[in-house]
């Protein structure tokens, strides 16, 4: 059972990136997938969560409006599209699987999730 996140880089302010999170050794479709994201000397922050069978997305609010979380059954891969990037949403983005149904309240508990990737470096800066 793997989680494999990929797709950060150096984006210039208000620009893009697409982030993935491709799974090995178990279906995407049954689990809660969600990003967290670490800035150094900060505390791991939920970003987004595409919630297990119905798909209910939930976004921070710092994000909310310029993220997009994604699920392709197909490619068993979970994306999410970054846009109108900010310096402050510089950080190392991390991918989480859970077999939990997590509700508004508790989405971002990193310690509901059972399956964490490396994570992706995105660095937004001019």
């Known amino acids: 059972v793997q989680l494999q996140a990929s797709g950060g880089g150096l984006v210039l302010p208000g620009g893009s990136l697409r982030l993935s999170c491709a799974a090995s050794g178990f279906s995407l479709d049954y689990y809660t997938i969600s990003w967290f994201r670490q800035a150094p000397g900060k505390e791991r922050e939920g970003v987004s969560c595409?919630?297990?069978?119905?798909?209910?997305?939930y976004y921070a609010g710092s994000v909310k409006g310029r993220f997009t979380i994604s699920r392709d059954n197909a490619k068993n891969t979970v994306y999410l599209h970054a846009n109108s990037l900010e310096p402050e949403d510089t950080a190392v983005y991390y991918c989480?699987?859970?077999?939990?149904?997590?509700?508004?309240?508790?989405?971002?508990?990193?310690?509901?999730?059972?399956?964490w990737g490396q994570g992706t470096q995105v660095t937004v800066s001019s």
């Open positions: 595409i919630r297990r069978r119905d798909g209910t997305k």
């Open positions: 989480a699987a859970g077999v939990h149904s997590p509700i508004l309240s508790s989405w971002a508990s990193p310690g509901a999730y059972d399956y």
